[in-house]
Nanobody, 119 residues
Framework: QVQVTESGGGLVQPGGSLRLSCSAS????????MGWYRQRPGAERELVADISSGGVADYAESVKGRFTISRNNDRNTVYLHLEMNNLKVDDKAVYYC???????????WGQGTQVTVSS
């Protein structure tokens, strides 16, 4: 089993920045890719960015050039970060960190952290 916990959400003005962090602990040896998803009001959950165990990152078109995903780990924990710049009102959502034992197969989820972009 893998436990996933996010932090770093909050309220920011349009054009501002936030950094989300996530830690995955437990059976971290089983983790392959990790990713950030978000669920905007009235919409389905969508993939924002993910990164493979080898460090290859992929982004949704809507966040390319503004968001940067990164990961690092120690022996017992995998850390995932999402640097979000030039935030827009449309970025308002609950952001979830997820871990996948097989590429793209996300089965471990955090509880979510709220990001609100408003003036």
């Amino acid at each position: 089993q893998v436990q996933v916990t996010e932090s770093g959400g909050g309220l920011v003005q349009p054009g501002g920045s936030l950094r989300l962090s996530c830690s995955a602990s437990g059976a971290v040896f089983s983790i392959n890719s990790m990713g950030w998803y978000r669920q905007r009001p009235g919409a389905e959950r969508e993939l924002v960015a993910d990164i493979s165990s080898g460090g290859v990152a992929d982004y949704a078109e809507s966040v390319k050039g503004r968001f940067t995903i990164s990961r690092n780990n120690d022996r017992n924990t995998v850390y995932l970060h999402l640097e979000m710049n030039n935030l827009k009102v449309d970025d308002k959502a609950v952001y979830y960190c997820a871990a996948a034992p097989d590429p793209g197969q996300y089965v471990y989820w955090g509880q979510g952290t709220q990001v609100t972009v408003s003036s």
